[in-house]
């Protein structure tokens, strides 16, 4: 069984976030730790985001239920949504 293994990484200096990124990691220590520290850090962060299209299809699913019509007047529109709604947008 192995207890280690290794991955070697490219940057292509000519793009800048890889020239970012290689110039942090070259003066970071303990580069496996940060490597590991941030990339959790990033995939738990996108775990915890909402896709907006999943949003918006909630948010129809809604307003058919309450039988709310398209309006195309936006004054109109906002004023025939129930409170509610945005309600729950403000406890996301």
């Keep these: 069984m192995d207890y280690i293994k290794r991955i070697n990484l490219s940057f292509d200096l000519r793009r800048e976030k890889d020239r970012q990124v290689c110039d942090i990691l070259s003066v970071i220590k303990h580069k496996t730790a940060y490597v590991t520290e941030?990339?959790?850090?990033?995939?738990?962060?996108?775990?915890?985001?909402?896709?907006?299209?999943?949003?918006?299809?909630?948010?129809?699913?809604?307003?058919?239920?309450?039988?709310?019509?398209?309006?195309?007047?936006?004054?109109?529109?906002?004023?025939?949504?129930?409170?509610?709604?945005?309600d729950i947008f403000e406890q996301m």
Excluded: C, H, W
Excluded at 46 to 70: C, P, Y
């Design 38 to 86: 941030a990339v959790l850090a990033y995939e738990m962060g996108n775990q915890n985001t909402i896709d907006k299209n999943v949003i918006k299809q909630a948010l129809r699913e809604v307003l058919v239920e309450m039988n709310i019509k398209s309006i195309e007047n936006k004054q109109e529109r906002e004023e025939v949504i129930p409170e509610t709604v945005f």
